[in-house]
Every structure is written in C-alpha cells, then in structure tokens.
C-alpha cells in the first residue's frame, strides 16, 4: 500500500537559493493539509510534485510513481486547483471544462458528460454556458474545482480553496472538500492559510517553514488524546464561588478568552462532579468542551521550533 | 422505486492515446475559428488567385478558349507556366498567409497567459512541447491550405495538361513550392506564436507581424548604409525567404529574383548558408521566447 | 457625542440604477467593528463611501464630526486599506509609504520616521527596499496595510486585510487590530471569515443586498433575532434519554440527535431555566457529558438566519 505522497529527500533550487531543504515524508491521510508562513515553500513543493520545477536532487512519489521519471504518469493521476486565477476568459464554463478534460485523456463524448457531472457537483447550474470571464468569484472558484474534479483524478491538489469566497460559498467549498474527502477513493492536499479551514477537512498535516518540515502530526490522534483539560463558560450564581468550589476538588483554573474558564482535572474527577457543584449554586455551564490542542497550538509551537528541523 | 443520488464518481474508461493528445488544441483553436464569418471569408478569398492561376493553364492547354482570345494556333503560350509562375503564385498566397497569421496569431496564446491558465494545461498528462505544436499546428494547416496545397495542385493540373515528362523535368517547380511554402509557414508560426505569448493586446501583436518584417528591414538598410556593407540584408526576412525560395526553385542557376514581396536583392549576394543560418537564428529567437513564458508556474528571482 | 461616531444618516447610493446601499442609519463607534455580508452587497460601497472616495446618493455622513466634502481633514482622519493591489509600478515598498505621507505634507525627517515605523509594525522592514512587484501575496497585503497606518489615521478602513496573510501574521495583525480598537480608535473591518469575526470584532455589522440587516455587539445581535429560538448541541451517552426528559418543559421547541448517536442538538425558548435544569437531569440521569455548548451564539448562525445561502454560487 503506496503512501499518498512520498517525499524522499527533495531538494529544489532557484539558481543558488535552495527552496525546499531535502524534505523527506510519508504522506498516507486521506486529507493531507500543507501549511506554512509565507516563503516556507508550500506552492514550490505543490509545483514540485506537478512536475513544473525539477528537483535539484532526491525526488518525490505520488502513489507509487516517480515525479522525475514518471512525470507524464504522475499528472494523469492529479487533479490541481491553483491558488490564483486560471481560467480562459473567452470560453464558456463546459467548453472550458471539457478541453482540459480531453488533454487528460478522455475520449470526446466522455469528456462532455464528465464537465457537465462536475458542474452539477461544484453546484454550478445555468452559468456553465456562459464565458467564464462574466464569472463572479466564487463561480470561478467553483469551475476551478470543477476542471480539477472532471478526469477523475486520484490526488487532488487544493491550493487556498475558499480565498475569497463569502460565507455560504466557502460553507458549500468545505462541504464539498469533505465529501470528496469522505469518499474514500479521492485524496486531498489541502494547501490553506485558514487552520480552521485545514482543521475541519484534514487528518494529517504537514507544516513547512523556510524549506523544512517544522511538523508533521497526525489530527486524528490528538483528538483522542487529552482528556484532562476543559474550557467552561458559566453564568448566574456567584462566580467566585463555583471557581472556589471547583478548586477545592482539586482543579487548577486559569481565566481563558472571552470571559472563559480553563481547568484541568486531576486524575478521578468527573465532570458530574462539577455539575453537582453548579446545582448546588444554582450555577449554568452555558459551554463546556474538552481542549485539546488545537491546530493553532501546533502551529505556533512548530514556528518557534528553533531551527525549524524534523 | 430508486433514488439516484448525484455525486462524485471516478472515472473508469479508457484513455486516448498519449501522443494524439496534442490534436485537441487544433481541433478547438478550429471551433472557434469557424465562428468568425471574416476570416472565413478571408480564407476563402484566398483562393481566388490559385482559382485563377488554374484558369490560366487551363486556358493554355484549351485551343478553343486560345483560339476565343484571339491568339493563333501556332503561338503556345500566353503565359508561360514556369519557375516565375509559380514563385509568383507561392509569393502572393504567402502575403495572405502573412495576413491570415496576423488575424489569427495573437489570439493563439495570449488567452491562455491573461489569465494562467497554462498552469491547467501543464498539471495534466501534457507537455510545453505538446502546446506549441498543437498551437502552432492551427497555423500551419491554414496556411499549407493557402500555399502549397494550391500550388502543387496548379502543378499536377499542369502536369495531367502537359504530360509526365513535363513533370519529370520540372519537379523543382513542386518541391521548391513544397519547401518553400513550409520554410515561409514555420517562420512565420514561430513569429505569430512568440508574439501572441509576448504582447497582451491583440491589436497591437498583429501590427507587430507586420512590423516586424519593416522594422527589421529598416534596422538592415541602416546597417548597410552605415557599415557599407551588405551584412544588413540578413536582418531582412522577406529578403531571405526571397533567397531560400530562389535556391529551391532553382538550385545554382538562378534566373529570377523571388517574388512579389519576396525579393532577393540584386548585386553582390551573401552566401547562402548564412541566409539560412539567419532563418534559424530567428526561429531560435522565437523559441527560447515562447519557452520563457509558456511555464507552469513563474519562478520569482 | 457625535464626535466620537462615524455616522450614517439615511445613506443611499446607486450606481445608475444598480443599487449600492439603500436607506443606511449608523453610528459607528469606537473599537473593531467588522463588516460582514456576501459579495455585492454594500461592503465596499459603504467603505468607499466612509473614505470619501465616492460621494452619497442620498443623505449624509459624517465621520468623527467631519464630512466627507472635506478630503483635507477627512484625508488625515482616515486610513483606507483596499481589497485590490493598486501601487504604482517600479516603487520599492518604502517609496510607497514614503511619498504618501509626503503628500500629506509631513517634512521628509518625519516621513522618513513615520515610514520606519509603519514598516516595523508589519514586519516589513528588511523586504522594504525591494520593488513591490516582486513581492509575494502576503507582502503586499503587509505594505497595503503599512500605508494605511503610516500617517497614524484615528479610523481605519480596511478591506479584507487578512486575505492571503499565513497564520502567523493573521495574528500579528489583528493583535495589532486590538490594540488599535482598546486605544480608542475606529477600527472597520470586513471580512468573510466568520469565526475569525467572532474572535476579534465588538460589533459587527451585517449587510445583504444593499441593506443593513443587523448591527451592534454581537452577543446583542443574537438575542435580538428572537424569533429563533436558542439552538444548543449538547453531546453526551444518552441523548434520548435526555431529551425525554427536557420534553416535558414548556420552553422546549424542537430536539435532534446527531447522526452519530452521540449528541442532542435542542432548541429553547428559554436558555437560562433550560441550563439550570440540565445541571439537575445530568445529575439524575448519571449522564457522561463529553461537551456543551451554544450552537449559534456566533456570527456564522446570525448570518444564516439573517441572510441564508443567498449567496451561494448559481
């Protein structure tokens, strides 16, 4: 079982400056996120892998196959949706659709019923016949990902997504990620500024920072770690009064954002034990969950990671 | 009953062949050209010389038309079917080919690069090399269509009229309207296609098909006159092809001067491979400028 | 009072007869205030009208007690931080700042100085003498937002300000945000990213198709949609259970279990006597609660209820 993406001591250079540092990974997610400041060289490893840049030395394997050897076969296996602009202003959403679909193989007629198959699903409905240059941006955003979705790749390259998409477009750009995601047989590179955005959709993330990989963690197990530590949010009675009786249980607190509360329990206590204590005092917990480490935490600790070294 | 539910399905089929890939382009770039009504009508009219070049053997080989137009029976030609004739004809086919890659030319790729898309042709199965030829491919065929196909099909009515020893003696007239042609179609698809990858605005890439050729001779007759020299005629294109085409159709003995606006200069000549070597450099020069900007992503300094 | 406000009095604007904003009142006062709606519908309207760079329909406007009609003043009372890149070509990132503030009039000694500082605020001094054509997406939004700051405006405009920004500087910047906002400043911001809205805003401002469909703080703005009742997901073992026994209150509407079996999502009329009474049912019942929490005490929820996927693509 070949890993998503492999990295195998890629090196990239831009005439003397080295960009990606011998980056060596195994990627197996089914939705793998990409983060990294700017400069970390997030869109040279994407071109990397596309083939668009050579390595300089080491390489880089998607499912199995080579990028420096293989990189005919690579492509036909990616489905890439850039971060800027791209599209043919005087073509019409299908026409455009069903072009790029042909040069990645598809007989004439599958091509047409695949551009229309992707239009329905990106939620594109009448605009498809018109020129993509009278798009809005989030029609264009939409065909993007249409034109990524229509060959029917294996690997898709998801460059920043929901840039500057209002709130129900970038709802329904995430909702579609997580049913592509959800599929099983499609996997996804998420490349986002937004953690939030990453934090929803993937379950591994790779973070690069100045050409090196600063993290590389695995989401699904930090959920299910940690236990120990709560945010609560309460309201009525005397607060002082529950904060004092939570201590005495043997919680440490700390005062969290907007007005929150942060404790963590020590090994035994329940959380009904809190509960008794807010009827007691007639005491609301308007909000209470379990913190874990949330990406931005992760983030930020990989930042400071001295010299950025895995 | 069944419900369908509409979602994302991988694609199982089978795939086209790898290297017929290039086609597509063609086959699109001619969809949409059949659209504009004054090109097809331009491509039409360009006809209308070979129509009447045809005509005219026709005419010669017809003693009754001869006989219409006054001429006596002894007195075989009215025009003669020769070297000049078919030069001429390549010449003035080659002019509206110049047109026809001036109104076509600039739309070729600028599309593509106003708004990145090249980045969607490159992530597939398909290569920098692949978009030239396929690009470049739509001119070509255009303009084979408006020079030699016209050409070596004047020649085989002459030769059917004449017989085929005709044939056989002249058959530099067919080759050297053959290379000729596709000497003239490579430099000027190269040019159209470096052009329409370097200026955004159509208009003024289509002038500059044009310029280029004054400019560029301009730039040559300066040279000459200030270097006294005749170094300066390398920088004039129509010169050159004016040159290729001679050698062609005539090999070492040349009579003729090319054609129309095709003209060898007269007087103290260069030799001919640098004439050639001044075409290549050219093609060169507009191959590395169309490998600068037909890249899947910009490398920033 | 009105010295502290950025006022709209029955602002209309339209573009020919496409509609820009219709019939606007607000008093916008000091702190983060975030601009939120879909595309189209009046953001960059209303910011272009609060510069001064376009001038109202109908009605007036008055920012901190200037108007408009005075580009001098307003010119230095406002900084304004556009959506697009607009930098002329061939300046480095320092001219940029640098000669506008010369043509606010600064002597160079205090352009210079100022110039500095706005760039240090941003982290842009090293890239600074580099063009701005070379630079990368975040660094222009970085220097865009330098200039807006470098004349030390008392209001700031700013259009999508994060867009392209990595995490890091997102939260330098809207760090940066809140110490302008608690320094007494306006800060008008506007933004797709709701949860970030959340996060940093005091009041939020919520637009749809050329009108104000909601403004104020944004704990206020939720309780005032009172024709929804309050939706709270709650996940624990035994949500059916739970949910037989908050049916039998009155101020109970409607109860959900989520697909997986784990969590009830209710909706209440009444929050406070609904939580009270979930302290003494979990007691009760013995339930294992994994989290409680408000599910549309956000931005996002308001928006939903207010302006709905009007915006989706078509």
């Known amino acids: 079982m070949h890993p998503v993406i492999e990295l195998d001591g890629l090196e990239v250079r831009f005439g003397q400056r080295v960009i990606l540092k011998r980056l060596t990974a195994a990627l197996t997610g089914r939705a793998i996120g990409l983060l990294g400041p700017n400069g970390a060289g997030k869109s040279t490893l994407i071109n990397a892998l596309l083939g668009f840049h050579k390595p300089s030395a080491g390489t880089a394997r998607i499912l199995g196959r080579d990028v420096r050897t293989h990189a005919r076969e690579v492509r036909s296996l990616i489905g890439y949706m850039p971060e800027n602009d791209a599209y043919i202003s005087t073509m019409t959403g299908v026409h455009m659709v069903r072009m790029m679909a042909e040069l990645a193989g598809l007989p004439r007629e599958h091509a047409l019923e695949r551009a229309h198959e992707a239009f329905f699903y990106v939620g594109l409905g009448e605009v498809r016949y018109r020129a993509i240059g009278t798009y809005s941006l989030g029609m264009k955003q939409a065909a993007k990902l249409a034109q990524a979705i229509a060959h029917g790749p294996k690997v898709l390259f998801l460059d920043e997504p929901t840039n500057g998409l209002d709130p129900p477009a970038r709802t329904r750009m995430i909702q579609l990620i997580q049913e592509i995601r959800d599929r099983g047989d499609l996997h996804l590179l998420l490349s986002s500024h937004l953690l939030h955005d990453v934090e929803d959709c993937c379950d591994q993330v790779l973070i690069l920072k100045d050409g090196n990989i600063a993290a590389f963690c695995n989401l699904e197990e930090e959920r299910r770690a940690n236990r120990r530590f709560l945010e609560l949010e309460t309201r009525g009675g005397n607060n002082g009064d529950f904060l004092d009786a939570v201590v005495k249980l043997g919680c440490e607190t700390a005062p969290g954002v907007q007005g929150r509360i942060k404790l963590v329990m020590p090994e035994g206590l329940d959380v009904r034990q809190l509960y008794q204590i807010a009827a007691g005092q007639n005491v609301q917990i308007r909000r209470l969950n379990h913190k874990r480490d949330s990406l931005e935490d992760i983030f930020l600790k990989a930042m400071e990671n001295a010299n950025g070294r895995l | ?301 | 009072m009105s010295d502290s406000v950025i006022s709209f009095a029955n602002v209309s604007r339209f573009y020919g007869e496409v509609l820009g904003i219709n019939n606007v009142n607000l008093a916008i006062p000091a702190g983060i205030t975030s601009l939120v709606g879909p595309n189209g519908s009046g953001k960059t309207t209303l910011m272009n009208l609060m510069t001064g760079l376009i001038r109202p329909t109908q009605g007036e406007i008055k920012v901190l007690g200037v108007s408009p009609d005075d580009p001098e003043r307003l010119g230095k009372l406002v900084g304004y931080c556009a959506q697009f890149d607009a930098c002329p070509k061939g300046l480095t990132g320092y001219q940029f700042i640098y000669w506008f503030l010369r043509m606010h009039g600064y002597t160079p000694a205090e352009c210079d100085r100022k110039t500095a500082t706005a760039l240090e605020r941003v982290s842009m001094t090293p890239a600074a003498q580099r063009p701005v054509g070379a630079y990368s997406k975040g660094m222009r939004q970085r220097i865009k937002l330098a200039q807006s700051i470098a004349h030390d405006p008392q209001v700031l405009v700013l259009d999508e300000p994060l867009n392209g920004l990595d995490p890091m500087a997102r939260a330098e910047t809207i760090a940066l945000f809140r110490e302008w906002g608690a320094s007494g400043r306006h800060v008008i911001v506007s933004s797709h990213i709701l949860h970030e809205v959340d996060q940093i805003s005091d009041q939020v401002i919520l637009l749809s198709q050329g009108y104000v469909v909601a403004e104020g703080e944004i704990k206020g703005v939720r309780d005032e949609v009172k024709e929804q009742p309050m939706q709270i997901l709650v996940r624990c073992n035994d949500p059916g259970g739970l949910a037989a026994r908050l049916f039998q209150q009155d101020h109970m509407v409607e109860a959900k279990i989520t697909r997986d079996r784990k969590g009830l999502l209710l909706r209440t009329s009444d929050a406070d006597s609904f939580y009270l009474l979930l302290n003494n049912v979990i007691l009760e019942k013995g339930l294992d609660v994994e989290s409680v929490a408000p599910a549309d005490d956000d931005v996002n929820s308001v928006y939903q209820y207010l302006i709905g996927g009007e915006g989706a693509a078509v």
């Open chain 2, 1 to 301: 009953m069944a419900v369908y539910k509409k979602t994302y399905r991988p694609y199982e089929g089978e795939l086209t062949a790898s290297w017929s890939r290039f086609l597509v382009i063609p086959r699109y770039a001619f969809e949409e050209l059949h659209g504009k009504r004054f090109l097809t009508f331009f491509f039409l009219a360009s006809f209308i010389y070979p129509l009447i070049c045809a005509l005219i053997i026709y005419v010669q080989h017809n003693t009754s038309a001869l006989s219409l137009l006054g001429v006596q029976q002894g007195a075989r030609n009215l025009i003669s079917i020769n070297v000049t004739f078919f030069m001429s004809l390549l010449g003035w086919q080659s002019v509206m080919a110049l047109f026809l890659a001036a109104f076509i030319g600039p739309g070729l790729v600028s599309p593509d690069l106003a708004n990145n898309a090249l980045s969607l042709y490159l992530a597939r199965p398909f290569s920098r090399a692949e978009y030239v030829i396929g690009k470049m491919s739509v001119l070509a065929i255009l303009m084979s269509l408006m020079t030699w196909v016209p050409g070596l099909l004047c020649f085989g009515l002459q030769g059917y009229l004449e017989g085929w020893q005709w044939m056989r003696d002249n058959w530099r007239l067919a080759s050297g309207t053959f290379f000729g042609a596709w000497v003239w179609i490579l430099v000027l698809a190269l040019l159209a296609m470096a052009l329409s990858a370097w200026v955004k605005w159509k208009p003024a890439a289509g002038g500059l098909m044009f310029g280029v050729f004054f400019v560029a001779s301009a730039f040559g007759g300066l040279i000459n006159v200030v270097q006294r020299t005749h170094w300066g005629n390398l920088f004039n294109i129509s010169n050159l092809i004016g040159l290729v085409w001679v050698q062609l159709f005539e090999g070492s003995n040349q009579t003729t001067n090319g054609a129309v606006f095709f003209r060898a200069t007269q007087g103290e000549q260069l030799p001919m491979w640098t004439t050639w070597a001044a075409l290549g450099l050219l093609a060169y020069i507009c191959l590395y400028m169309l490998r600068r900007k037909i890249r899947g992503a910009e490398v920033v300094r």
